[in-house]
């Protein structure tokens, strides 16, 4: 098992792939966790390697003391870890380590803890490929002509299936954001000529209302998805006359 603790960046998915390629499980991990959540998942989830970066590396550090991880790898390359870019120079695999994708566990997400410790959900690849095939015919017809941000968590399964891997799966351009903020959520919408928005109900009241909004040509967007918690269908009917992109409300 590896554990990936780290913001959304492009080499997320490199390291993702690279695991379940191996035959192995990732357990994405929540980066703003303190070290005993941390600490928590790593012994639950039995993780041998932990890859970070440098701004939660003494939180890894900490975290990792008396779980089962052996070695340290970092995106940035931090000096007393393996960068990343080390591993892309080894020998390549030439094709999938043998899975049943019935049965072998591709990725351990943990739940929020609303019913006490976090909990382990055990994903098979068959799942996230049915899940893939799910949401396809729930009408999220992402091609290679389109575009969008991906500011929801891949840690977290909405991020991690509906974005990166429907993105990666159908060609689509995905634009990472460690972080939001909406000027820079906009600027790109704007430059990248974004189709699609992935976002929860305050980015949707945000781009409904905020006056800024009004700054920026917004007209290549398509459809606004929101998801991960309900959303009122007054503020979904404002935000799509203002912005012309159809408001659509996930459910599940």
Same mark, same amino acid.
């Given at each position: 098992?590896?554990?990936?603790?780290?913001?959304?960046?492009?080499?997320?998915?490199?390291?993702?792939?690279?695991?379940?390629?191996?035959?192995?499980?990732?357990?994405?991990?929540?980066?703003?966790?303190?070290?005993?959540?941390?600490?928590?998942?790593?012994?639950?989830?039995?993780?041998?390697?932990?890859?970070?970066?440098?701004?939660?590396?003494?939180?890894?550090?900490?975290?990792?003391?008396?779980?089962?991880?052996?070695?340290?790898?970092?995106?940035?390359?931090?000096?007393?870890?393996?960068?990343?870019?080390?591993?892309?120079?080894?020998?390549?695999?030439?094709?999938?380590?043998?899975?049943?994708?019935?049965?072998?566990?591709?990725?351990?997400?943990?739940?929020?803890?609303?019913?006490?410790?976090?909990?382990?959900?055990?994903?098979?690849?068959?799942?996230?490929?049915?899940? =893939? *095939?799910?949401?396809?015919? $729930?009408?999220?017809? %992402? +091609?290679?002509?389109? !575009?969008?941000? /991906?500011?929801?968590?891949?840690?977290?399964?909405?991020?991690?299936?509906?974005?990166?891997?429907?993105?990666?799966?159908?060609?689509?351009?995905?634009?990472?954001?460690?972080?939001?903020?909406?000027?820079?959520?906009?600027?790109?919408?704007?430059?990248?000529?974004?189709?699609?928005?992935?976002?929860?109900?305050?980015?949707?009241?945000?781009?409904?209302?905020?006056?800024?909004?009004?700054?920026?040509?917004?007209?290549? =967007? *398509?459809?606004?998805?929101? $998801?991960?918690?309900? %959303? +009122?269908?007054?503020? !979904?009917?404002? /935000?799509?006359?203002?912005?012309?992109?159809?408001?659509?409300?996930?459910?599940?």
């Amino acid at each position: 098992v590896l554990g990936i603790l780290a913001p959304n960046i492009p080499e997320y998915a490199v390291m993702f792939h690279a695991a379940a390629f191996c035959g192995g499980a990732a357990t994405t991990i929540n980066p703003t966790y303190t070290a005993t959540e941390v600490h928590h998942q790593l012994t639950d989830s039995k993780a041998k390697f932990l890859v970070t970066i440098e701004m939660f590396l003494d939180v890894a550090r900490e975290a990792a003391e008396g779980t089962d991880v052996e070695e340290f790898f970092t995106f940035d390359g931090v000096e007393g870890t393996t960068p990343v870019m080390d591993l892309l120079a080894g020998p390549r695999l030439e094709e999938q380590v043998p899975i049943d994708p019935a049965t072998d566990i591709v990725v351990l997400p943990y739940s929020s803890g609303t019913t006490g410790p976090s909990k382990g959900v055990m994903l098979s690849h068959r799942n996230l490929v049915a899940n =893939l *095939e799910q949401t396809l015919g $729930g009408g999220i017809t %992402l +091609g290679d002509d389109d !575009a969008f941000i /991906a500011v929801l968590p891949f840690f977290h399964i909405y991020g991690m299936q509906v974005l990166m891997n429907l993105g990666l799966r159908n060609g689509a351009k995905i634009i990472t954001m460690p972080r939001f903020d909406l000027v820079q959520f906009l600027e790109i919408n704007q430059n990248e000529n974004c189709t699609w928005a992935f976002v929860a109900p305050p980015i949707v009241l945000a781009l409904a209302q905020h006056p800024i909004v009004d700054n920026y040509d917004l007209t290549k =967007l *398509e459809r606004i998805f929101s $998801g991960a918690a309900p %959303l +009122g269908g007054e503020i !979904a009917d404002m /935000a799509t006359e203002r912005i012309g992109a159809t408001v659509v409300q996930g459910y599940g």
